[in-house]
């Protein structure tokens, strides 16, 4: 199997991003991770977009990964991070496989509304869950990965860094390849038209349930990665807001490219950091604003401006 | 000839509306039907029935010997009987190339593939064959929305003819294209049913092209057959010129009257 020109620069910008962890900052390396983590839940979202579903329930698998993380560590005694990750997908995608018989029978407001149902059941257990912290939720414990503990600090937060780049390195060479294959191409024909889809022999409720799992599945890798990199797992990874912040970003990124996600996750985070301090009272304002330019002058998202810039060169 | 399309019986109401009622037609293999009949007449619902986008309210279908009644439209398509539509049904926001690769890969049984990229060398080659011979190469990059109605509908018809099927049914493939295109597009498209030996049958109002390309015909009126037979025969019939083709009755003598 040979690289393509966007894995060879997928891999590029992982490396490169890793190197850099060497020097940079400590709050930097933090961002940067959750940025990473939050890029692959929305990676998620978009997954759902490209079929024509819009999710406003994706803090659910979200969730489900941080408290898997979470309950793995402080019940079962886990402590390899690695181990966890795994933990926290094999939960999701046994609930999503589940939830997705029931949901990915709807489409539109249908799909949104009931996603979001789910992550706000989620949400309730959660903060009356006295066990678990309630509102407060609780802390991870200290995580090993491969046997080598990490310990606390900058090295820690490196060590974090270095594994989600991993995690998001492999998802988004992964996703590249799925964005351009049958499947792939299948779901970007049941958002186009299923009447055709059904008449050409594809099963649109096998597509659309297929890709709802496995973009749960990535979904709790984000959730995970932010409880690792955090130490601490709360309710508020399955409200609604959260969610919506995730299709905020998969707005901004836009779903032509798997490497969108990624930018639009980093921006984001980056702006609503500096929106906070800057305007303590406004941060929200701010992000509105971006989103309602991002709409009105690139309605693909950020990422057409590469592909206009090589419409424009071609 | 071997039968390969039989309904007995079929009807199907809308409440109190009879949309079709009866309808005992056998097509035999290689066969090249045409379905006429005014607006409402019946000619789609027939058409809805039979490839399983409409559920009959009674009566039976049979394709290739066994029961179909029932059928959705994928089992249908992999036993072999596909259809285009009166407004074409394709993929308007991709690649015209793209529309042929995922009926391509759909027509592989590799329409759960997540790896391989779906454009593969064999699928192109598949893909510029059909373009090249439904005279729509020209598209192959472009989004369907840059289309004109006349490709669209070859187009339609090219990615129901990619799954190997023994018999197509078109519904009106020549509504809303010019007089000057209706004879190279149906000329495009029988010649692309002749290489594939396949069975047709298609519902149309212009009776020149029905007179041109069809052996038999069916006419329809008030949801019921009333005429079989030849196409000379049928179009020369008092009731079906009455009632499907409109053309005025001979007067009838003073005295009569």
Redesign the interface.
């Known amino acids: 199997m040979t690289l393509e020109k966007t894995e060879v620069s997928l891999i590029g910008v992982a490396v490169a991003l890793a190197l850099l962890s060497l020097v940079a900052p400590n709050w930097l390396i933090f961002t940067t991770t959750l940025a990473i983590s939050t890029a692959l839940v929305v990676m998620g979202v978009v997954m759902l977009m490209r079929a024509g579903l819009v999710s406003f329930g994706q803090g659910l698998f979200y969730c489900l990964g941080g408290y898997a993380v979470g309950l793995g560590g402080r019940f079962f005694g886990i402590t390899d991070a690695l181990l966890l990750i795994v933990l926290g997908v094999a939960v999701t995608v046994g609930v999503a496989m589940i939830l997705g018989l029931l949901v990915t029978r709807y489409r539109e407001i249908f799909f949104a509304m009931l996603s979001l149902a789910f992550s706000m059941i989620l949400y309730g257990v959660l903060v009356k869950s006295h066990g678990l912290g309630s509102t407060d939720g609780f802390g991870v414990v200290d995580w090993t990965i491969l046997g080598f503990l990490p310990g606390s600090g900058e090295s820690s937060s490196r060590i974090a860094l270095l594994m989600a780049l991993a995690l998001a390195l492999g998802v988004a060479l ?1 996703l590249n ?2 964005f ?7 779901c ?2 049941i958002r ?2 299923e ?2 889809v ?6 649109r409720k ?2 659309l349930y ?1 890709n709802y799992v496995i973009a749960a599945a990535v979904g709790s890798i984000g959730g995970s990665l932010t409880a690792l990199a955090a130490g601490h797992v709360d309710p508020t990874m399955a409200y609604w807001t959260v969610s919506g912040e995730f299709v905020f970003i998969a707005i901004l990124g836009g779903t032509g490219h798997v490497a969108a996600p990624f930018i639009a996750a980093l921006i984001f985070t980056l702006v609503r950091t500096y929106a906070i301090e800057l305007a303590p009272n406004a941060w929200q304002m701010i992000l509105g604003i971006v989103l309602l330019l991002i709409i009105l002058f690139l309605p693909k998202g950020i990422w057409s401006l590469f592909t206009r810039k090589k419409r424009v060169a071609s | 000839m071997t039968e390969i399309l039989k309904t007995t019986g079929l009807s199907r109401y809308f409440g109190a509306v009879t949309a079709a009622e009866d309808i005992n037609v056998t097509i035999t293999e290689g066969e090249i039907v045409g379905v006429i009949g005014a607006n409402g007449a019946g000619k789609t619902t027939f058409i809805n029935m039979v490839t399983g986008y409409l559920a009959s309210s009674s009566g039976t279908i049979e394709f290739g010997g066994k029961p179909i009644k029932g059928l959705g439209p994928r089992k249908l398509m992999r036993k072999g009987l596909t259809r285009s539509f009166q407004i074409p049904q394709l993929f308007l926001e991709l690649p015209v190339i793209d529309n042929l690769a995922i009926a391509l890969a759909a027509a592989d049984h590799q329409q759960f593939q997540m790896i391989r990229p779906v454009h593969t060398t064999k699928r192109l080659e598949a893909a510029e064959e059909i373009l090249a011979q439904m005279n729509i190469a020209q598209y192959r990059n472009e989004m369907v929305t840059a289309m004109p109605q006349g490709a669209r509908k070859l187009l339609d018809i090219a990615i129901a003819m990619l799954g190997s099927p023994r018999m197509l049914l078109l519904d009106e493939p020549t509504s809303g294209v010019s007089m000057e295109e209706k004879y190279t597009l149906m000329d495009t498209v029988m010649e692309a049913v002749r290489q594939r030996g396949l069975t047709v049958l298609f519902v149309e109002h212009d009776m020149e092209i029905v007179q041109r390309y069809v052996t038999r015909v069916l006419a329809f009126a008030s949801g019921i057959v009333i005429k079989d037979g030849p196409v000379d025969e049928v179009l020369a019939d008092e009731k079906v010129q009455e009632l499907v083709t409109g053309k005025p009755k001979t007067p009838k003598t003073e005295g009569g009257a």
């Open positions: 992964f390849r799925y351009r294959s049958s499947i792939g191409l299948a970007e024909a186009e038209n009447v055709r059904e008449y050409m022999g594809i099963s096998q597509v297929i």
